[in-house]
């Protein structure tokens, strides 16, 4: 069973827009993407790139996930002549499943957990790691990193960034569930401490998926200024899916 919450952030303006988020679901796969906002009005949005890398995504899955994600921003890059260091970009979280196994592949910061005995956390810190020593402070400091070696590696024009994607495989009978989370939700663990991700597991079955993304846009309310946490924008896009296998 597979169920999936999302809900529109605000801009860099801090105004309302559409959701730069977007959630393939298949029968035996599940794709989450975050279009990345860019201050840049000569790019499209994001959530333009996010929205048809995802298209793509449903073509390619449930085939091999590296292979698929290449073949999907090389066909996106084509059809719309992006251009590698000057094209809008997303992250990319990937599951597919059959009666063996369970594949996941992540590339930037949009996080997959696997639960069985415990929660495995397939998660790619190296945007994490460039914004704690300082790096990104500036749009032209992110194009500078972005897909370079040293840097970061995410989902725009060169399909060679799909060999940098972290992958991870289970037996299937080992996992109970999974959730695959954009940054939007993923900060309720990583920057806020509201909960862990056992527990956001548990407040997912309880109470509804919704009810995460309920817990992180109110203690977002409690620091409308970015003073206890500081944040680009007030609330992020947020998206989550939880994908339950059965008790191992």
């Given at each position: 069973?597979?169920?999936?919450?999302?809900?529109?952030?605000?801009?860099?303006?801090?105004?309302?827009?559409?959701?730069?988020?977007?959630?393939?679901?298949?029968?035996?796969?599940?794709?989450?993407?975050?279009?990345?906002?860019?201050?840049?009005?000569?790019?499209?949005?994001?959530?333009?790139?996010?929205?048809?890398?995802?298209?793509?995504?449903?073509?390619?899955?449930?085939?091999?996930?590296?292979?698929?994600?290449?073949?999907?921003?090389?066909?996106?890059?084509?059809?719309h002549g992006l251009r590698p260091g000057s094209s809008p970009s997303s992250t990319v979280a990937m599951l597919r499943w059959d009666d063996d196994r369970v594949d996941a592949l992540v590339l930037a910061d949009s996080p997959i957990v696997a639960f069985g005995q415990s929660a495995d956390v397939l998660a790619d810190d190296r945007l994490a790691t460039l914004?704690?020593?300082?790096?990104?402070?500036?749009?032209?400091?992110?194009?500078?990193?972005?897909?370079?070696?040293?840097?970061?590696?995410?989902?725009?024009?060169?399909?060679?960034?799909?060999?940098?994607?972290?992958?991870?495989?289970?037996?299937?009978?080992?996992?109970?569930?999974?959730?695959?989370?954009?940054?939007?939700?993923?900060?309720?663990?990583?920057?806020?401490?509201?909960?862990?991700?056992?527990?956001?597991?548990?407040?997912?079955?309880?109470?509804?998926?919704?009810?995460?993304?309920?817990?992180?846009?109110?203690?977002?309310?409690?620091?409308?200024?970015?003073?206890?946490?500081?944040?680009?924008?007030?609330?992020?896009?947020?998206?989550?899916?939880?994908?339950?296998?059965?008790?191992?």
């Amino acid at each position: 069973m597979i169920h999936v919450a999302e809900r529109p952030g605000v801009g860099l303006d801090g105004r309302p827009r559409p959701t730069e988020d977007r959630v393939v679901v298949l029968d035996r796969a599940v794709a989450v993407l975050d279009g990345a906002t860019s201050a840049d009005p000569d790019q499209p949005s994001g959530g333009w790139y996010a929205e048809r890398l995802a298209a793509q995504l449903e073509r390619e899955l449930p085939g091999d996930l590296r292979p698929a994600l290449a073949r999907a921003i090389a066909a996106v890059a084509r059809e719309h002549g992006l251009r590698p260091g000057s094209s809008p970009s997303s992250t990319v979280a990937m599951l597919r499943w059959d009666d063996d196994r369970v594949d996941a592949l992540v590339l930037a910061d949009s996080p997959i957990v696997a639960f069985g005995q415990s929660a495995d956390v397939l998660a790619d810190d190296r945007l994490a790691t460039l914004r704690r020593a300082g790096r990104l402070r500036t749009q032209q400091a992110v194009r500078a990193l972005r897909n370079r070696p040293g840097g970061f590696w995410v989902a725009e024009a060169d399909p060679s960034a799909a060999d940098h994607a972290l992958t991870r495989s289970w037996p299937r009978t080992a996992l109970d569930a999974v959730l695959l989370a954009t940054d939007g939700v993923s900060c309720g663990v990583d920057e806020y401490g509201l909960f862990t991700w056992p527990e956001a597991l548990r407040l997912a079955r309880t109470r509804g998926v919704d009810a995460v993304l309920d817990s992180v846009r109110t203690a977002e309310d409690g620091d409308p200024d970015g003073t206890r946490w500081p944040r680009a924008k007030r609330h992020d896009d947020q998206a989550l899916v939880l994908v339950e296998f059965g008790r191992p």
